[in-house]
């Protein structure tokens, strides 16, 4: 393939937004990539939800992710459909994040000799045109 892995442009649908993520779709429009920290065991909350997944505390509060992480793990998908049809080769990963989520994304602008579990990567954001942008990632330019 001469093509790189995640360079075609992709397309960014609109995420469905709840009371629950609104904050954290509001933040990612702002180029800030929030998540939630329990305030009674200290876990840090993916994906952004009211109650606590580990003490079900209602406690929490918002805090700014350094949008730093490294692949935890990735495929990449030569046939991709529907609206990502076009953007082949497309890399679907899940980066786990600094702060200690996963969270499933995009790798960008990463040739396929480049992508390794353990990669050092950085979000970036990709407006959906609704008020919020996708979080994706691409390799930390070090
Ligand atoms: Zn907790």
Known sequence: MSEQAGERPLPAPAP???????????????GRLLLKRCLNCG???????AICPECSSLDTEWFAASGRGRVYSYTINYRPEGAYQDCAPLVLAYVELD??????????GAGEADLAVGLPVEVEFHDTGE??????????AS
């Open 16 to 30: 469905a937004v709840n009371p629950e993520t609104a904050e954290f779709w509001a933040a990612t429009a702002a």
């Open 43 to 49: 876990s840090v909350i993916w994906y952004p939800r």
């Open 99 to 108: 702060e200690g989520p996963r969270m499933m994304t995009n790798i960008v």
């Open 131 to 140: 008020g919020s942008a996708l979080p994706r990632f691409r390799p930390a």
